[in-house]
């Protein structure tokens, strides 16, 4: 079956660094995406990885390795604002999103 | 970037009634177009895909006849929750693909409350 895997929650400090981490399993790979969700918000795009590598976008980049099916999101610089969860998305062989269940992110003053 | 519509944004409506709620890409061409469900603390649940003229494909689970799903246009697509009770209350989020593989814009979503 498909499968991704991310942590349920995690806490950090304002102005520190957080790394979320995304295991997946899934049926063909045409790309891997990060998603912000506010809490009764629809998802943001953040990021859009296909090949392996990191991507760095101003405070967020976002690391791939197709071969350990393994990426991570790196947030920088950690702000109130970003308290949200962050979810995890492969498209597969058809082209279809599989979502992981999302990252709940505290951000402490 | 490319904007979709979702249109209301809530909606209270008694049990047995008919809601329908609107997904409008405002600037581009949806190949297809998605619909999905999400409850409080959880991910977000793939309902159906539709691609225009075409019939939707839904997830097993999901009933058909429950939740009707139009994509007359390029533009637009309707979900249409049929005979509503409280336990359809729910997020229902829509959203757009220009083309593959692309990300998926998504539209504000729709908290529907049945009373």
């Known amino acids: 079956g498909q499968n991704i895997d991310q942590p349920t929650e995690m806490t950090a400090t304002e102005g520190a660094i957080v790394q979320i981490n995304c295991t997946y399993q899934t049926s063909g790979f045409n790309g891997l995406f990060w998603y912000q969700q506010h809490a009764g918000e629809a998802p943001t795009f953040l990021s859009y990885?296909?090949l392996d590598g990191l991507e760095e976008k101003g405070r967020f980049s976002s690391f791939l390795s197709r071969s350990k099916g393994y990426s991570y999101l790196l947030l920088k610089e950690l702000q109130m604002k970003d308290s949200a969860s962050y979810l995890c998305a492969v498209m597969d062989s058809n082209y279809q999103l599989i979502w992981g269940a999302g990252t709940k992110l505290i951000i402490k003053p | 970037g490319a904007v979709v519509s979702q249109h209301p944004s809530w909606v209270i409506c008694k049990s047995g009634t008919s809601v329908k709620i609107e997904c409008r890409s405002l600037d581009f061409q949806a190949t297809t177009m998605f619909w999905y469900r999400q409850f409080p603390k959880q991910s977000l649940m793939l309902m159906a895909t539709?691609?225009?003229?075409?019939?939707?494909?839904?997830e097993q689970g999901v009933e058909k006849d429950k939740f009707l799903i139009n994509h007359a246009s390029l533009t637009l697509s309707t979900l249409t929750v049929t005979s509503a009770h409280p336990e359809d209350s729910s997020f229902y989020i829509c959203?757009?693909?220009?083309?593959?593989?692309?990300?998926?814009?998504f539209g504000q979503g729709t908290r529907l409350t049945v009373v």
């Open positions: 539709s691609n225009e003229g075409s019939k939707a494909t839904y």
């Open positions: 990885n296909v």
């Open positions: 959203s757009a693909r220009i083309d593959r593989p692309t990300e998926a814009f």
